[in-house]
């Protein structure tokens, strides 16, 4: 079965401290996503990656950046996390075939 | 992106088919049309997706209008674990990657 694997599940994070969220896919996919999912607003693409150093924003890029060095890891980082960025997050990876999503990382800004 | 339009929420009973609707007029005639579908406290997962002609797998049908404005995902014997929420997505493709776009979906509810 084809794999993505976020590293956390829960996290708690001070205000103004840098985030790194990891995502690893097992499936040489070449697509990878960045989704926050909240409630009354849905899922919503941060950034995505469609090769190794390649990277697109998405519809709410402000205050998150990404990282793509190799094929399988793609890394959102949060540079000075605020509370407004308490959410689900959700990576994923594609294929013709279609997306597979990680389990999530609950991510809490306190 | 193409816009859709689904019902907030649906419910029916276990064993009895499903059909969910959903429209999408603005869809482009190279949009594929992906459904997808969210189970409590986990990621989304892929259902099926098409672009012209009806598509049949082991999870679901989907049966698409012939002016491709709507579509229909047909679950045809329900179960409990096939509650859950319903996303109708069009796609378009960027540099290879097939872009999703979530709406609000349907959310599905099945009564034992």
């Known amino acids: 079965d084809v794999k993505v694997t976020q590293s956390s599940r829960y996290l708690v994070k001070r205000t103004g401290e840098k985030v790194f969220l990891e995502c690893v896919q097992d499936m040489d996919h070449e697509n990878m996503f960045w989704y926050r999912q909240d409630p009354g607003l849905g899922l919503r693409l941060i950034y995505f990656?469609?090769?190794?150093?390649?990277?697109e924003k998405g519809d709410i890029p402000e205050g998150y950046s990404v990282s793509r060095e190799k094929k399988e890891r793609f890394s959102l980082i949060l540079e000075s996390a605020s509370t407004n960025q308490t959410s689900m997050y959700l990576c994923?990876?594609?294929?013709?075939?279609?997306?597979?999503f990680g389990s999530g990382t609950r991510l809490t800004v306190v | 992106d193409a816009k859709t339009t689904q019902p907030n929420s649906m419910e029916s009973n276990e064993e009895e088919p499903v059909h969910l609707p959903c429209n999408h007029s603005?869809?482009?005639?190279?949009?594929?049309i992906h459904w997808y579908r969210q189970l409590p406290s986990q990621g989304p997962e892929y259902v099926i997706h098409g672009l012209t002609s009806n598509v049949n797998n082991r999870m679901a049908s989907l049966a698409i209008a012939e002016d491709r404005k709507s579509s229909t995902l047909i679950l045809h014997r329900a179960t409990l674990r096939d509650a859950a929420v319903y996303y109708c997505?069009?796609?378009?493709?960027?540099?290879?990657?097939?872009?999703?776009?979530f709406g609000q979906g349907t959310r599905l509810t099945i009564n034992p």
């Open positions: 994923a990876s594609s294929s013709l075939h279609g997306y597979t």
């Open positions: 603005t869809i482009s005639g190279t949009d594929y």
């Open positions: 990656s469609y090769d190794v150093k390649m990277k």
């Open positions: 997505i069009p796609t378009s493709t960027y540099q290879g990657a097939q872009k999703l776009v």
